[in-house]
Structures are given as structure tokens and as C-alpha cells.
């Protein structure tokens, strides 16, 4: 005759098998659709590799804050994105150092970030907060070698309020953990359309999955019609000079860091002017 507590423990073990049975998959399921962007970055850590070899692996860092309580003075931005809030961004963004914001390659991206081993700056229970690179951290050549953000320095300068979701603000840095994540984003890829009669230029933004832009094309109906590759002016905005897209309905053509591609077709009419944004499709 079992007791009490031995049918307790054996419901308790049957729903966690149960559990695992339908996490496990969905975990295996997210992490193939973005291998692609942590292979590219992996990093030997023994102690997540022990836990589950699935799971991407977590980097060592540093964060810092920059900006106010309500977001303020982290608006804008060296990705060239505006009101971070109004686009979608939110509060949850970052800056990132040299090495890791790639002259604006990685704007984008998103990352989730632990505080780590600061009994004193780390809020107590392991929170993460996932952010989007809008920034770039620059280095401090006042100070001695070039600051927290100076090559070779993976570091973080998160929004205030991203700062203060896991960690005391009297810390004012905090080591941390961090890896890769996919970007989730409403709607779908904004183009923000702007230049002059023969200078296109275009503000990638709110993308999904890997999040950083690699490559931009744009094309129009009748007189351009191949795919123009646009050129990185600086962090998310692009640009094509040469060719005059006015009048012509525009389509776009986005690949991301992990080499996917998604295209916009038609997305602007051809009475698109100057300062109008777009919507295309996606990444999931
Ligand atoms: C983790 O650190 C390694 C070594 O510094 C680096 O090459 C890699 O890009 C980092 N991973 C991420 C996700 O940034
Ligand atoms: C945690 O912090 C202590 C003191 O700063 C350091 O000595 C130790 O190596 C850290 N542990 C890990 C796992 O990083
Ligand atoms: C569009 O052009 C105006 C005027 O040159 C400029 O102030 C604004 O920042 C540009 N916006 C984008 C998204 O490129």
C-alpha cells in the first residue's frame, strides 16, 4: 500500500516527464532555426556544454547604463534608428563596445543578458532582460586603455531601464552573461524611404530572427529592373546612388547575419515620397 507522500512523488515525476516531453522539442525546434548565428560565435563553455550541448553557449562580459529612467538620451543612435520607443525598440536596448558593434554591423541584434556572480549588484534570483543593439559603446581615450568599451572589450552599455531589470543602480556595473537570441518583432520589416532624385537611401528596421542586416537590394519596375545592392552608409542605413527610383514602386530585398533572405515586393507604390515608411514581410 503506497502512502501518501510516495503517490505524491510519482505524480510529481510523471508531470515533469510529461514537461520535458513537450519542451524538450520546442527548445530543439528554436535553437536549429538559429544555429546558424551561434556557430558563427560559439565559445567553448564547459559548463553549459555539460548541461544540455543544445542550448547556446553563454559569453562573459560587463554591462554599464548610459540614458535616464525613461529612456531618454539613448533615443537615436550610432544604427541610425530614431525614436527607438515609437519604432518598437522600447526601452530594452543596448550599446555595444568596438569589438562587438562592428562599425554597425550587429545593429539589430539581440541579446539576452544575466547578471552574473555580484551578490551585491545583481538583483537577487537570476533574472535575464533580452535587449536590441541600437548603439554603439564608443572608447574613452580620457581613460586608461580606452575604457570598458576600448577593443578587445565585449561590454555592454545597456538603457537604464534594461540595467535596472537586472541589476542595483548603485552598482553601476555588473559582470554579466550574455548570448544571442532571435530578435521577436511586431510587424513586419519597416523601410524608412529617404535622399534625393537620384540618391536612395533606406532605414532598415524592427527586424526579426538574427535582427542584424548584412545585406540590403532594392529594385523598381520599369527602369530599374534588377536588383540594386545598396551600400552601408552607417549602422542601419543604406543607400544607392545613380539610379532614379522616384515613380517607381520599390521592392526589397533584406539578408540577414545567419544568411537568410527575405523579400518585400512592391511595398512602395510608385508615388512613394521621401520620408514615407514601408512595410515588408519578415523573419519569424
Ligand atoms: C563570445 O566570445 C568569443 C570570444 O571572445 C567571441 O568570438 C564571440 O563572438 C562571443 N559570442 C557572442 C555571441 O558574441
Ligand atoms: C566570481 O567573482 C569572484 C570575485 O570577483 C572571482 O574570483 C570568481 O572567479 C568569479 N567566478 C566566476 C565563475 O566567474
Ligand atoms: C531623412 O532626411 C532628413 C533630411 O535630410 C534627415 O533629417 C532625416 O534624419 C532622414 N531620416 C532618415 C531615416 O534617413
Known sequence: ?????????????????????????????????????????????????????????????????????????????????GDLKEQGYGLQTTALSKVMFKNGETCGACYEIKCFNDTKGCLPRQRSVIVTATNSCPPNHQQQSGGWCNQPREHFELAQPAFLGIARYEAGIVPVQYRRVPCKKKGGIKFTVNGSSDLTQVLVWNVGGAGDVESVWVKGEKNVKLWRKMKRKWGQRWETSGVVLVGESLSFRVKTSDGRTSTSMRVAPNNWRFGQTFQGTNFN
Open 1 to 81: 500500500m503506497p502512502t501518501t507522500s510516495s503517490v505524491n512523488a510519482k505524480s510529481v515525476s510523471l508531470s515533469l516527464l510529461f514537461f520535458l516531453y513537450f519542451l524538450v522539442p520546442n527548445i530543439d525546434h528554436a535553437e536549429g532555426k538559429f544555429r546558424a548565428i551561434h556557430r558563427q560565435h560559439s565559445f567553448p563553455n564547459p559548463h553549459a556544454k555539460r548541461r544540455n550541448p543544445k542550448l547556446s553557449l553563454w559569453n562573459n562580459s560587463h554591462a554599464t547604463f548610459y540614458g535616464e529612467a525613461d529612456g531618454s538620451g539613448t533615443m537615436g543612435g550610432a544604427c541610425g534608428y
